[in-house]
């Protein structure tokens, strides 16, 4: 029984060592990590930005920043460490060792005279009858008496002296450090027991096994749903223009699951009413459109006006019972175009080419949602040959002030980019009357959009040229600067609720055929992680072609300083096609900012491969060869291309020969800033 209590006595001792093993090193780590941050502001400081309140560190925030499931289960977990800790340290003091000795307040190794006159000093002040306290009756006879008797019998005196037992040797024995109502197997605590045993062991493992399953079955790594993934594939369409990708966006299983209440459709009428102009409703026919769109699943009406309201920015029309269903959609967007931009790049051809045309609507409509600009603003019109929707992200623009800078000669971004700053500033403040903080909001905003530039090369390595069927090796350096001097950082979105990475996506495509040869994601917030992509693409590379260990080191520094100052490496391979010309052009598209994408031309001619295995390869300097059936091919797909809106893109098709004609590229090399994607690139080429 003695032995069971001491055993069940250590139990907290058990649970406080179980638990200090992991906390306290996940403690440490997470408190490192925390220190090590880098607390460089990388997001917009102009006056929309501050007013919005997304960045803003109130003590609220701070504390809801903090306040996260993780967080407060590590510090619930301290708090019973400290409880676990108080309570051993008290329990110490009561366990009370059987001390022969020292009950009787006596050192070791005095002789029996000495040990009978203690025991009739302690008799006098706790025997019963001097003492009537039950305390001092009990501490009398547990503890006294038995002192005395374990050192008056010469065997006990031995044995306790020798053994530290009055008993003698005492064989080895194990105890489980657990409650005494468990270590009682009799009665109803075995049943107690067996319970926490079938609990433990088997239930709590067999539940969170059931949860991992199911979510994984449910979901993908990204935390986008299985049944999302195959909407978006079923639905893609190699000609599916910008304005249609809203229909397929909106089809994911994640909105699907969003409820819709009987209190919904009051204000989802009202909604409608303010966002008509903006769902490509047939004029004509208006009756009947509106009924047809009201017949579509409430869910999806109901997700594709809450997108437009955020387009149009109409967010007084949202209720209080929409508002927290308006955020969970656009707080689920950019993770669903980011699936529905990798099914347009899935290779769906016979060569495993992506299509070109879904691609750009994706990223085109990221943009708007992200900043807030309808999709109609993108149309051309006589004062913007690209459409107003770059000047609509910018601090206190509007449609009005576009129109009154319109005629001062400002026809497009690029324009008023372009300009000095006093001139810029003399245009805004007298034509559109800006005040001098709202001009200096425009010069933030101005200051943070990203100037890309793209350094191209296709090849085969270890030989001259490319071949058909040859793997080409496609390496470009994307290089961000801005005028402020960041790198990576969070674009101007005031209208966005969330905070939001700019991610840029990187394509080589034939626009001409539609078909995207090569793709890759690029990032400019992780530094260290393209540190390390690129190191070791680049050794691979210099080993593969045989190059010297210094020359691989020497090349390996350069990259890492490339890195260091806003370049990332984007690598990747293709298996060249038949012989012919082809007019390949590589994108640079901004998920976040409209009018910073760029794209860089390049013309190869792929020879045929011939039986010696000489290998030649020419940039064509005339331009790719056109075939009639491309052509055919082409005007079918404008024919299906949406006439109600045009992307920013929907000339490079037209436009190809012309460009393509102005100037050759060296070996299939492309050195070049760049062309803007809003009608620049033509100047440039």
């Not at 107003?388 to 002030?401: C, K, R, T």
């Not at 909001?441 to 200051?447: A, C, G, I, M, R």
């Not at 055929?513 to 693409?537: D, L, M, P, R």
């Not at 491309?630 to 079918?636: I, K, P, Q, R, V």
Request: aromatic share 8%.
């Amino acid at each position: 029984m003695a032995a069971s209590e001491e055993t069940s006595a250590l139990f907290p001792i058990f649970i406080l060592t179980i638990m200090a093993l992991p906390l306290v090193p996940y403690t440490i780590t997470k408190l490192c990590h925390a220190f090590t941050q880098k607390t460089k502001s990388i997001h917009c400081h102009c006056g929309q930005c501050a007013r919005s309140g997304k960045y803003r560190r109130s003590i609220f925030q701070r504390i809801s920043n903090f306040s996260t499931f993780g967080n407060l289960t590590l510090m619930l977990l301290w708090v019973v460490m400290v409880i676990l800790v108080y309570y051993i340290k008290n329990m110490s003091g009561e366990i009370q060792v059987f001390e022969p000795f020292s009950i009787l307040g006596l050192e070791p190794g005095v002789s029996d005279s000495e040990i009978k006159k203690a025991y009739r000093r302690l008799s006098i002040q706790y025997h019963p009858d001097k003492n009537p306290d039950p305390a001092a009756h009990t501490y009398f006879i547990e503890f006294i008496s038995k002192a005395y008797q374990a050192l008056t019998d010469p065997i006990s005196r031995e044995n306790f002296e020798k053994y530290g037992h009055p008993d003698g040797r005492q064989g080895f024995q194990m105890g489980i450090a657990l409650p005494q109502f468990l270590l009682n197997i009799d009665g109803t605590s075995g049943g107690i027991l067996l319970l926490w045993i079938v609990g433990v062991c088997i239930l709590m493992p067999l539940v969170a096994a059931v949860i991992y399953l199911s979510r994984s079955a449910k979901y993908t790594g990204n935390y986008v749903m299985h049944q999302t993934l195959s909407a978006y594939y079923y639905f893609m369409k190699p000609s599916l223009a910008p304005s249609k990708v809203m229909e397929v966006f909106i089809k994911a299983a994640e909105y699907m699951e969003i409820p819709v209440r009987r209190t919904d459709n009051e204000p989802l009428q009202k909604l409608f009413l303010s966002v008509r102009s903006e769902l490509n409703l047939d004029l004509k026919n208006i009756k009947q459109e509106q009924a047809k769109f009201w017949k579509q699943h409430p869910a999806l009406v109901k997700t594709e006006l809450l997108i437009q309201a955020q387009l149009t920015r109409e967010y007084g029309e949202i209720s209080p019972s929409l508002l927290v269903d308006f955020r969970r959609v656009l707080e689920l967007a950019p993770r669903l175009l980011e699936e529905l931009m990798k099914m347009a790049l899935l290779p769906r051809t016979a060569q495993g080419h992506g299509w070109l045309r879904p691609a750009i609507g994706v990223i085109e409509l990221s943009q708007c949602i992200i900043q807030a600009v309808p999709l109609s603003a993108r149309k051309s019109t006589g004062g913007c040959s690209e459409g107003i929707a770059p000047f609509l992200q910018l601090p206190h623009f509007s449609e009005a002030v576009v129109k009154k800078i319109s005629r001062k000669k400002v026809r497009s971004f690029q324009d008023l980019q372009e300009m000095s700053l006093s001139d810029r500033a003399d245009l805004l403040s007298q034509i559109a009357g800006f005040s001098s903080s709202e001009l200096q909001d425009v010069e933030t905003v101005l200051d943070m959009m990203p100037s890309i530039t793209v350094e191209l090369t296709c090849e085969t390595e270890g030989e001259e040229g490319i071949q058909e069927g040859d793997i080409v090796t496609v390496q470009a350096w994307v290089t961000l600067k801005r005028a402020n001097g960041l790198i990576g950082a969070l674009p101007h979105a005031p209208h966005y609720p969330f905070n939001k990475e700019e991610n840029f996506w990187f394509l080589l495509a034939d626009p001409t055929s539609n078909n995207v040869w090569f793709s890759q994601k690029v990032s400019f917030i992780e530094e260290a992680a393209a540190i390390s992509a690129a190191s070791k693409a680049i050794q691979e590379t210099m080993e593969g072609s045989g190059a010297s260990v210094k020359d691989t080191h020497k090349a390996v520094r350069e990259a890492v300083e490339k890195v260091k100052s806003g370049s990332r490496l984007v690598m990747g391979k293709f298996q060249a096609p038949v012989e012919g010309n082809y007019g390949l052009t590589s994108f640079c598209l901004c998920d976040s900012w409209i009018g910073c994408d760029r794209r860089t031309n390049l013309k190869l001619k792929i020879l045929k491969r011939t039986r010696a295995g000489t290998r030649g390869a020419i940039v064509s300097e005339e331009g790719p060869s056109v075939e009639d059936g491309a052509d055919e091919e082409e005007e079918n797909d404008e024919e299906e291309y949406d006439e109600d809106y045009e992307s920013e893109y929907s000339e490079d098709e037209e436009d190809e020969k012309d460009v393509k004609k102005k100037g050759p590229a060296a070996n299939g090399t492309v050195h070049k800033n760049g062309s803007s994607l809003e009608g620049s690139g033509s100047d440039e080429e």
